[in-house]
């Protein structure tokens, strides 16, 4: 993702890229500009920063950057624990900080259309969503996917892109249920299963894999009291609104890299204080939800969501 980043970085007019760490010089040299020795030194150097980082390592990085006063695009989950989340979000708070997580779903082009289809009333009052996203096991340095204290599993790094999703559509979830394989300790491997009950009252069913041998795809469902609307990632023009009354609509919303959006929505936001799709709040959510998904699996039984505090952003 760091690569993906640095790319997107290259295509925004406004920005010239300074510089890159990590912790492998060899990789930073890839980049062909100017590589530092430590990330202290970076973002002295830089005026914003981006983290693309082992998931347990973001809230250092993070924290260093906020408090040199610098904004920060740190791709997703934005961090480890909620514990962590909360010493970030005061940290934000009080020195009033520009910080955006890489929720990148919500710049899809397929799943923005949904969305909007279900705010237009399409499939008029949302009942239930099936939602899945499965890949090959992501490879990293030192094979940190595969620590479940580092990554948080499937969960928290693959199905949280489709929670976030979710909490977009229909509001603050109520409760989570959860399982996975996570027991059994198969190297390379994860999988889970999730059901999320919306104070909407809309029921969701999540899958996410990183054991398909066939690579990435996606699938989307939701239907209502009005119809139904779907995506499926393996046709990329088979976004579909069926109407109760038996009609049947096919769009073929434009592509665009959703990576760049974001990046671009980013520097939208340092430059011209232009309120992100994905705020500091919203990422909190998707991570808590994640992490009770997590707990849910540990516990072996549902587990409620408690109330946040109301958030001024």
């Known amino acids: 993702m760091g690569r993906k980043h640095f790319e997107s970085?290259?295509?925004?007019?406004?920005?010239?890229?300074?510089?890159?760490?990590?912790?492998?010089?060899?990789k930073a040299k890839e980049s062909g500009i100017m590589t530092c020795q430590d990330p202290c030194h970076l973002i002295r150097e830089c005026d914003i920063i981006c983290v693309a980082t082992p998931t347990d390592t973001h809230k250092q990085y993070i924290l260093e950057a906020i408090a040199a006063r610098?904004?920060?695009?740190?791709?997703?989950?934005?961090?480890?624990t909620v514990e962590e989340a909360d010493e970030i979000v005061k940290t934000a708070r009080k020195y009033k900080a520009k910080v955006m997580v890489g929720h990148v779903v919500r710049y899809f082009n397929q799943y923005a259309a949904i969305k909007k289809a279900i705010d237009d009333g399409c499939v008029g009052k949302p009942a239930i969503a099936r939602i899945t996203r499965c890949s090959k096991f992501p490879k990293a340095s030192n094979n940190w996917f595969n620590s479940r204290e580092k990554s948080g599993g499937v969960i928290l790094d693959l199905m949280i892109h489709d929670i976030d999703f979710l909490i977009w559509c229909f509001g603050d979830?109520?409760?989570?249920?959860?399982?996975?394989?996570?027991r059994q300790k198969i190297p390379n491997k994860d999988?889970?299963?999730a059901i999320l009950r919306f104070k909407s009252g809309v029921i969701a069913h999540l899958e996410?894999?990183?054991?398909?041998?066939?690579?990435?795809?996606a699938r989307v469902?939701?239907?209502?009291?009005?119809?139904?609307?779907s995506y499926d990632s393996r046709h990329p023009a088979s976004l579909k609104v069926e109407h109760a009354d038996g009609n049947a609509v096919?769009?073929?919303?434009?592509?665009?890299?959703?990576?760049?959006?974001?990046?671009?929505?980013?520097?939208?936001?340092?430059?011209?204080n232009k309120v992100p799709r994905i705020t500091l709040h919203d990422a909190y959510e998707a991570l808590k939800v994640s992490l009770a998904a997590l707990e849910s699996v540990k516990l072996r039984e549902p587990v409620k969501l408690s109330k946040g505090e109301k958030w001024i952003e």
Request: a negative charge.
């Open 9 to 26: 970085f290259k295509r925004v007019a406004s920005v010239t890229l300074c510089g890159v760490y990590d912790i492998d010089p060899n």
């Open 70 to 80: 610098k904004p920060v695009f740190v791709e997703k989950p934005l961090c480890r």
């Open 191 to 193: 999988y889970a299963l």
């Open 208 to 217: 996410a894999s990183w054991a398909h041998a066939g690579g990435f795809r």
């Open 173 to 182: 979830v109520e409760r989570v249920y959860a399982r996975d394989i996570g």
């Open 221 to 229: 469902e939701v239907a209502g009291t009005g119809g139904l609307v």
């Open 250 to 272: 096919r769009e073929n919303p434009v592509e665009e890299n959703a990576n760049q959006m974001e990046i671009r929505e980013f520097v939208e936001y340092v430059l011209n």
